[in-house]
């Protein structure tokens, strides 16, 4: 019968509009409910997945098309910033409680910054994250535009970094005014190379004048958009930066048990009845979410390529052993 993961995969799907999950996810049910001896239960549930994609098929050419998502870069602001329209959840990340929380205080202050705003106050934007490399910073931000329904945009550090003097500056008004202009998400992913100390002896003229016009223009910056300033070297930030956000959150190498929630969420459609998750917890010691997820999706990719739905105790404990290897 359905897992309880597979059970909150079935109404996530549901809830995003997202058909193609929904289906597969049912066939999975289906599978797992024939091995377990539910032969007549597994045959319905196929019956009835198959009537709906039918269905589906058969009221498509009257949908129409697809909209088109109201926001989209234009001008010099295209070359500046992507934009995508993500359905990622924080119930979807494995978090340490702590930050869960702090994330879905976020969450409330975004949703009532209406109320807040009534009584002189500013709902909770600016947020700042640090943290190793592939603990969940980037998802945040996916994460937090799901909930809110709102597109992320992410800025082209490349792009908007020149070496001519002035220039920088002005393409950073640029995206301050967007964020003014257009709500959304807005994050300035590897953020030290924008925010370094201006104390660094190596520094140069022109990037201490960059870090001032963007203090600046956060500092004046009230709109409802969120900015976001993610870092794998909060150290290497100017400390006047710290000041100027809202929050500072920290994302930490995962906990035994966030691992096994990441192993446990990344595996959930096919069978782990042979895992030792207490041991595989061990073995994902001191690797981040991301080299945990994808040990996951190559354990997986085994059993995939060798027909069967059940993921080896072996197998993933090699994948784990691998990534570790691999930044050793």
């Not at 937090?144 to 597109?151: D, I, V, Y």
């Not at 924008?194 to 709109?223: C, P």
């Not at 966030?258 to 690797?287: E, K, P």
């Amino acid at each position: 019968m359905a897992t309880a993961d597979q059970v909150k995969a079935l109404i996530r799907s549901h809830a995003d509009g997202d058909d193609s999950r929904f289906y597969a996810i049912a066939m999975q049910v289906a599978a797992q409910a024939a091995r377990s001896g539910h032969g007549k239960f597994a045959q319905e549930l196929r019956d009835l997945v198959d009537k709906a994609k039918e269905r589906a098929r058969a009221i498509e050419p009257t949908r129409g098309p697809k909209p088109v998502p109201l926001a989209q870069p234009r001008g010099e602001l295209a070359g500046l910033v992507t934009v995508g329209y993500p359905k990622t959840r924080v119930g979807d990340m494995a978090l340490a409680d702590a930050l869960r929380a702090r994330l879905e205080r976020v969450l409330t202050e975004q949703r009532e910054r209406g109320r807040i705003r009534d009584h002189g106050f500013a709902p909770m934007r600016k947020l700042l994250l640090v943290g190793p490399p592939g603990t969940g910073k980037t998802m945040t931000a996916a994460a937090l535009a799901g909930e809110l329904g709102l597109p992320l945009f992410g800025i082209q550090l490349d792009s908007l970094i020149s070496k001519y003097m002035g220039e920088t500056a002005a393409k950073l008004r640029i995206v301050f005014d967007a964020i003014q202009s257009s709500r959304g998400v807005y994050l300035f992913d590897e953020f030290d190379a924008l925010g370094g100390d201006r104390a660094t002896k190596n520094d140069v003229g022109e990037i201490r004048r960059v870090l001032n016009s963007f203090l600046q223009f956060l500092e004046q910056d009230d709109s409802d958009s969120l900015v976001l300033g993610a870092t794998n070297h909060a150290a290497l930030l100017d400390r006047a930066l710290f000041r100027r956000f809202d929050a500072l959150l920290e994302y930490d190498l995962p906990t035994a048990d966030v691992a096994a929630r990441v192993m446990r969420g990344r595996l959930a459609l096919l069978d782990t009845s042979a895992i030792d998750w207490a041991r595989a917890s061990v073995a994902a010691a001191g690797l981040s979410h991301a080299e945990i997820a994808m040990a996951c999706e190559q354990a997986a990719k085994n059993a995939i390529l060798d027909h069967s739905t059940a993921v080896r105790d072996s197998e993933l404990a090699l994948a784990l052993e691998e990534r570790r290897s691999s930044h050793a």
